[in-house]
């Protein structure tokens, strides 16, 4: 009896000649599947060993356990505060299963092993090294402010923390997001690294005021280096200790859900940080127990370790961390980090004008097992939980369920349009503008897969980059932002601004995300502390102050953000179906197009407007201007107004007077 196409191949006739490689990976995980329920019942079971590694009370046998997996090593010696750091006094023993074990009565340790003091694991390696190390499976990492050396903690609090997110669902936000991506360290105006307490009191209230309906958190997990951005990872299951406790980090979540937050863990799995002394890298002594040898499991442009996504200890390293983050400390999903370079061995360093690229031996066919697993046992745990991919290649299927034949991944980050975006503010003078370009950049992806559409985010915030408001407007931003004067270069910066934000946001995806301060054109990049600043905090900080005072046009940009996201939420737009071109004209640069029952009309022209210009609206009826990006409020020039009202003529035209860089959004009245 043949098997019933998967679904993909039924939807994609052009994919029909990779129907192979398509069922392969199918069946690849279906076998993957097949074997982890031998084991252990389910994929939800399979991804505990968090429960079982690390160090835990055992109410039994009433003392901690401390487990380590480190297959190849010769000896490990648990050590801290509890024992005077004494390298020899407490080995390891393995056993039945070959991993490292060590129990502690509490009788005897209860005044000793306690909350809040330091611990390390000895390891004498199988290449003869004998080094001070942190568990892998630990919980808590702090550094030591004088001699910045990291050490592992207990952390044992009294009272665990009692959440009050019960009633809290983040199916809104999976079926639209609306996406904040911010950083817990940079989000204060101060010079210094802000914490979750900070973040919970003093921005979660600006997001949920700006409409957004999820926040993306960067820089969770532990990272020695803070200028990674929180990229380098050396501790996958200690929330960061520099931005404050894991209670503070749960109450941080707890009060978004409160305020109808859903929260997303920018996780990275892509890499780990190579240090020896903070990482997993070395770790039992061997140069292949989390990481693959030699020049496979090294990434040189990142200068970090690549996972080995075939092997089964791997898989239940990571498996289990994406389901302690989920249930510890109540995430609603993941953007996965270098989803390409993943997927690749290349890491997406090559040219994809062939279909044949996502199907080749340059493809990692363990890594795309690993999304499908991943995304499996995140719905499982958390059916409405969000998954995102930053993935930048163009794999088919991608963001299609895995029963169809996919990676099972939610969304996709579309990550042309801010490189669009980019390239044509660098290289184009506003008369070179392309609409044909604009509307293909911003159209163009898969029908049945999910994309987050977003002009901007923390990669082109990045010091060595410009944001788009500073692409815009560059110095004058430091000196003509008032209300009070006049300024060309900030007039058509402002404008574009907000037309950049609007277009992508209505025209790009079935999401939208935005970084932390660019609702209101934060003026400068993004630079952490380093050698090279002379470790300052100048740009590693966000300056509200700009957008709280009433005389800067700082605020006209964010008012017309909130007012965007609002209409977006009132309208549904990006559930609803991509839009439908009304209009275009590459000579006048005018562009029109709807989408969710609203009319957009968009002038990018430098310097013409037009009257009594005709545009074709899909049905005959009266039209009105619901919104226009040329009121005062919005920094514009009072151009428009909004009480006319528009009846279509006998072609189903309406006629409207478009001023140059300006959007106008029209509904519908009878």
Known sequence: MSQKPLQILSDEAWLEPFAPAINRRFEQFQSAIRTINDYSGSILEFARMHEYYGIHFDKIRNGWIYREWAPAAKALFLMGDFNWWDRNSHPLKRNHRGDWEIFLPFDH?????????????????????????????????????????????????????????????????????????????????????????????????????GGYNAIQMMAVMEHPYYGSFGYHVSNFFAPSSRFGTPEELKSLINTAHEMGIAV????????????????????????????????????????????????????????????????????????????????????????FDSADKYFDAGVDEEAVLYFQLANTLIHGLKPAAISIAEEVSGMPGLSRRVDEGGLGFNFRLAMGIPDFWIKTLKHKLDEQWDMFELWHELTNRPKLEKSIAYAESHDQAL??????????????????????????????????????????????????????????????????????????????????????????????????????????????????????????????????????????????????????????????????ILLNSDEKIYGGFERLDKSIAYPTDKDKQVHLYVPNRVVMVMERKN
């Not at 200068?303 to 249930?327: A, C, H, M, P, T």
């Not at 407007?609 to 009266?622: N, Q």
């Open 109 to 209: 340790y209860q005044h000793t092993f306690i909350h809040g003091s330091k611990i390390k694991v000895r390891v004498i390696g199988a290449n003869d090294t004998d080094l001070d190390r942190i568990p892998a499976y630990l919980r808590r990492v702090i550094q030591d402010e004088k001699t910045h050396d990291f050490a592992g903690q207990l952390w044992f609090p009294k009272n665990e923390f009692a959440w009050t997110d019960q009633h809290f669902s983040s199916k809104k936000a999976a079926k639209m997001p609306l996406i904040y991506e911010c950083h817990v360290g940079m989000a204060q105006e101060k010079l210094g690294v802000g914490t979750y307490k900070e973040f919970e009191e003093l921005i979660l209230p600006r997001i949920k005021a």
């Open 463 to 624: 010091v060595g980059d410009k944001s788009i408001a500073f692409w815009l407007m560059d110095k004058e931003m430091y000196f003509s932002m008032s209300v009070l004067e006049q300024n060309l270069v900030v007039d058509r910066g402002i404008a574009l601004h907000k037309l950049i934000r609007m277009i992508t946001l209505t025209l790009g995806g079935e999401g939208y995300l935005n970084f932390i301060g660019n609702e209101f054109g934060h003026p400068e990049w993004v630079d952490f502390p380093r050698l090279g600043n002379d470790w300052s905090y100048q740009y590693a900080r966000r300056q509200w102050s700009l957008v709280d005072t009433p005389h800067l046009r700082y605020r006209q940009l964010d008012a017309w953000d909130k007012v965007m996201i609002h209409l977006t939420t009132e309208h549904q737009l990006l559930s609803a179906p991509p839009a439908e071109q009304l209009f275009l004209d590459p000579d006048k640069k005018i562009l029109a197009y709807t989408r969710g029952g609203l009319i957009f009309v968009f002038s990018f022209h430098p310097t013409e407007s037009y009257f009594g210009f005709p545009i074709r609206m899909p049905e005959a009826g009266t039209y009105h």
């Open 264 to 351: 997303i863990m920018d996780i990275v799995h892509s890499h780990a940080v190579k240090n020896v002394l903070e990482g997993l890298n070395e770790f039992d002594g061997s140069a292949d127990q989390y990481f693959h040898p030699g020049a496979r499991g090294y990434h040189e442009g990142w200068d970090s370790k690549l996972f080995n996504y075939g092997k089964w200890e791997v898989q239940q390293f990571l498996l289990s961390n994406i389901r302690y983050w989920l249930e510890e400390f109540h995430f609603d999903g993941f953007r996965f980090d270098g989803a390409t370079s993943m997927l690749y061995h290349h890491h997406g360093h090559v040219s």
